[in-house]
Structure formats: C-alpha cells, structure tokens
C-alpha cells in the first residue's frame, strides 16, 4: 500500500508516519475507528441504562474489546489512555486533543470544544509508556461563533502532530445558530473540504441526509470535496445491527468512503457480542466482504 505523506511531516518523521498510517489502517488505506470518547462528551447517557449491557459500565470494557476484536485503533482522551493503557500496550490508540460535554444545549450557547491535551503530552505518554499511539483527533464545530478558535487549534494541532509522524483526524459537526440543517449534504461536503483544507488524514462526518435521497449516495459531494483527505461516517446511536452493517457497507460501496467511526453500536454491547460486532464491522472495512459474510462473522455462524 502506498502512503502519501504530507510536506508538513518532516523527513526524520516519515517511515514513522507510515508505519503509524500502516498500523491505524490495518495496511489498507481504509480505518476502522472505535471510537470511546463519548465518556466526555455525552457523559454517562452513553454507558449506563437500560438499553445499555452492564458490561459497559465500567470504562475498561472499551480497552477490552479493542484488545480483542479487529480495530484499527481506539479513540479515548489522554488520562483513559494513561490509567488503563500499561495493562493494555498491544492496542493502537488515537488521542482525542479536544472535548466537552453535551449539558450546555445550541439553544444556550453555541458550541465550543476547546483543548485539553497538548500534542506534547500525548507524545510523553506515548514515550513512558512504550504505547502503540498512532494518531490524534480534534472536533470542530462549523457554524459555530467560536468556529475560528475551533479551526485555529486544529491546524496547530494537525502540525504538531505531524512533526511526530502521528496521524489525524478530524471530527467536523456543523452546529450552532447558524446552522439550519446539520445534515445538509452541501453542507456536510463543505466540512470535508475544510478538513481537506487544514491537512487531515481522516475526516469524521455525519451521513448526511436529503428528503426522498439514498444518504449513502449523498456522501458522494463530501468525498469528493475531501479530495486526499479520506472520509469516514460517525455511527452515531446504537441500531439493529443488521441495518447498521448494511448502511456501513453502502457509505463504503455507495459512498466513497474509505471506512468508519463507531462507538455506540459496539461497546453498549456485552463484551462476547461487541468484540463479534467488532469483527464483523472489520470484515466490511479491512477485508471488503458482504454483507451477508459480516452478518455471519457477528451471529457466529
């Protein structure tokens, strides 16, 4: 597989950029992210109810299940990563740089995610603990007032990063008063764009969605629009499992995009079924199976 490296990774970084963009993409270009970073950002909604498996409520079930299923790394903030990680160094991680929580609504304030992990400190972490920590993320909100602090500390970021040879990603959400539609699919491709703009690897959308449309088809504008810059769906809320797999097949199939970001949909599972979820989710994404093929891998069959 052939990695192209960004200009802004300096030359004594760049076989570990690609050794990094290996590693994440499992030698396919394609990224499976499990994504646990809801622990701040919707609090405890996501891992404790009554939909919820009481396996999830305990924080280590995420570093469980990415220990055994097939993922291309698992997104959590740093102090997840630095309390749990010693027990777990085979996984590969990426660092989300920035969050907040879900309490202050649009309707407030409009929303602002600001840093509270410096590059630096994922990289001393990394280094102590001898950690396979392969990338960075950062959230923006477009449409936001504070959108311009927002796409500042990102682009810093996504240098800093590289410097190291890390890769990144990035998650952008219009939102804000400003914001009419979230799921507008003009307006979903034009965040891929920024995240083309600002040199990420990866950029995390929402499908977007179009009155009478095939959401998978109207990812076709933001995948064009990311150019280099590779587009990956949010998971959002848990489904069936059955309707999940198949609309991660047609994002990818459909769509254009080059694999996903998934949390809900796995980890308020039991351990035995997210680990199978996690597999089957895999074989769609690394290995390019049916459907029909991921259904059996997670019923195990």
């Known amino acids: 597989m052939d990695v192209n490296v960004p200009l802004l990774v300096p030359s004594e970084a760049r076989e570990t950029y690609i050794q990094n963009y290996r590693l994440i993409t499992k030698n396919s270009g394609k990224l499976m992210l499990f994504a646990g970073d809801q622990k701040i950002e919707h609090l405890n909604d996501d891992f404790y109810g009554a939909d919820i498996h009481s396996d999830d409520n305990n924080p280590e079930h995420l570093f469980k299940i990415a220990r055994e299923a097939d993922v ?36 407030q304030m409009d929303p602002c995610s600001s840093m509270i992990t410096s590059v630096e400190d994922v990289i001393r972490v990394r280094d102590t603990g001898r950690l396979n920590i392969a990338g960075i993320g950062y959230t923006i909100y477009l449409g936001s007032e504070y959108e311009s602090q927002m796409l500042v500390e990102a682009s810093r970021a996504i240098a800093d990063a590289q410097k190291y040879g890390l890769v990144t990603v990035l998650w952008i959400y219009p939102r804000g008063k400003a914001v009419k539609d979230e799921k507008d699919p003009h307006l979903i491709a034009g965040a891929a764009g920024v995240a083309s703009a600002l040199g990420a690897d990866f950029v995390k959308v929402n499908p977007p969605k179009k009155e009478g449309a095939n959401p998978a088809e109207l990812l076709r504008e933001a995948v064009y629009a990311a150019g280099r810059t590779k587009v990956v769906c949010a998971g959002g809320s848990s489904v069936d499992s059955d309707v999940f797999l198949q609309q991660l097949y047609d994002q990818i199939h459909v769509g254009g995009c080059a694999g996903n970001a998934t949390g809900r949909n796995i980890h308020q599972k039991s351990h035995k079924e997210a680990v199978a979820m996690c597999k089957a989710i895999s074989a769609i994404t690394i290995d390019n199976a049916s459907v029909e093929a991921a259904l059996k891998i997670y019923h195990g069959n």
Do not use: R
């Open 72 to 107: 291309g790394c698992l997104a959590v903030q740093l102090g997840l990563v630095s309390q749990y990680a010693a027990d777990y160094p085979d996984i590969t991680y990426l660092i989300k740089l920035n969050s907040k929580t879900h309490l202050v609504k649009t309707e």
